[in-house]
């Protein structure tokens, strides 16, 4: 089943809350390469694989990445980033970011054996690679404007008709939690410390300044900052540091966005029912993954209104990771019904889509979404 994607008509449609498109747009902040193996029967090897992949798959947009997260990810992650963009994974920022990270933690500090007999990695509970003024100054920060953009300039001409581009990029408060270490992060914000201030005011110029970037190619559809925020129950840390530390620069690529008419998203996990009234209030066009376990999405449209859009929701442990294709399309059915109406809303799960998702339960909400998402919605 091919559907062409429409990512101006569609999907724009839907995050600027303009009514009902003509189908639900679907989107995924990621899907694991197994499963683009599985549904493209090749290898994903190159940037026309990527796209070959979102565009068959019936995604509006690919989503790429630039700023200074991809350069955390490799100095702590070393060669397990993940990317295919391999020319980014070889420019000089990221290999001085990555021997830098070599130098002051190994990557078995970051495993952790997950349920399905491997491990995986993220983040230093602890302490990160800037724990001292010593390593904010010893960190290589290159120059934005000498970053690898080549992939985001060139990307049109790589683009079958109606498939759109989003990009990872603003990121600040996952990248202080990245650098400086989760629980060290946590203490350093809640007392303000020198190096935690000078470390924000690092990372926000810095992103600020990739974003300004961006938007002068052209080629892009719109910014999506990944920042996650929340845990099962409550926001990670008093909301109240969010808005005096964070929330400042989300404003000011709010602003640069506006230039150019684009809309700002946002990815977070966990709850982040809180702060729903200050994303709305700084100007967020979407929010997502809407984290089932986590937050009510009925009650996250009654905060949000009409005027910002929700994607995902659909929930990682079932039925997508332990349930049958059956219960996923039972369970993309209910989405559908209840929060497709009127539009304002894009189906995605309820945060990526990893390794261990079943392929027969993504191609089911896929499938679904394609075959049932049509408006007016059947009830």
Same mark, same amino acid.
């Given at each position: ?213 961006? +938007?002068?190619? /052209? @080629?892009?559809?719109? &910014? ?5 925020? #929340? ?6 840390? *008093? ?88 219960? +996923?399309?039972? /369970? @993309?059915?209910?989405? &559908? ?5 009127? #539009? ?6 309820? *945060? ?28």
């Amino acid at each position: 089943m091919l559907e062409q994607p429409d990512f101006e008509g569609r999907f724009l449609k839907a995050v600027f809350c303009q009514g009902e498109p003509d189908r639900i747009p679907m989107m995924e902040a990621g899907v694991a390469n197994n499963i683009k193996e599985e549904f493209l029967g090749r290898p994903t090897r190159s940037l026309e694989d990527e796209v070959d992949f979102w565009y068959t798959a019936g995604y509006e947009a690919i989503p790429l990445e630039a700023g200074l997260r991809p350069i955390i990810d490799a100095a702590i992650h070393h060669d397990n980033s993940g990317r295919y963009d391999s020319s980014a994974l070889d420019s000089p920022s990221v290999t001085a970011a990555k021997q830098f990270g070599i130098n002051r933690m190994l990557e078995k500090h970051l495993a952790s054996p997950n349920a399905h007999g491997g491990t995986r990695t993220w983040a230093p509970e602890k302490d990160g690679i800037i724990s001292s003024m010593e390593d904010l100054e010893a960190f290589p920060w290159p120059d934005p404007a000498e970053l690898n953009y080549q992939i985001i300039r060139d990307i049109r001409t790589f683009l079958p008709p109606g498939l759109g581009t989003l990009c990872y990029a603003g990121a600040i408060f996952s990248s202080l939690m990245l650098m400086m270490g989760l629980e060290t992060c946590f203490i350093h914000m809640l007392q303000g410390t020198e190096l935690f201030q000078r470390l924000l005011k690092k990372i926000g110029e810095f992103q600020v300044a990739v974003v300004e970037i961006l +938007v002068e190619f /052209g @080629t892009l559809g719109g &910014i999506w900052i990944n920042d996650d925020m #929340g845990f099962k129950t409550r926001t990670l840390v *008093n909301p109240n540091l969010y808005r005096r530390y964070t929330f400042p620069y989300y404003r000011e690529i709010r602003h640069i966005l506006d230039r150019k008419g684009l809309p700002l998203l946002l990815h977070s996990d966990g709850n982040i029912t809180d702060i729903l009234p200050d994303l709305v209030e700084i100007g967020f066009n979407a929010i997502h993954p809407i984290e089932p376990e986590a937050m009510d999405i009925l009650k996250a449209r009654q905060i949000v209104g009409d005027k910002v859009c929700l994607i995902g929701n659909l929930s990682l442990a079932f039925p997508l990771g332990t349930g049958t294709p059956a219960d +996923v399309i039972d /369970g @993309t059915r209910q989405l &559908i019904r209840t929060m497709a109406p009127g #539009g304002s809303y894009v189906l995605s799960s309820g *945060n990526s889509i990893p390794e261990y998702i079943p392929y027969e339960n993504w191609k089911a909400m896929r499938d679904t979404t394609l075959k049932e998402g049509f408006y007016p919605i059947q009830q």
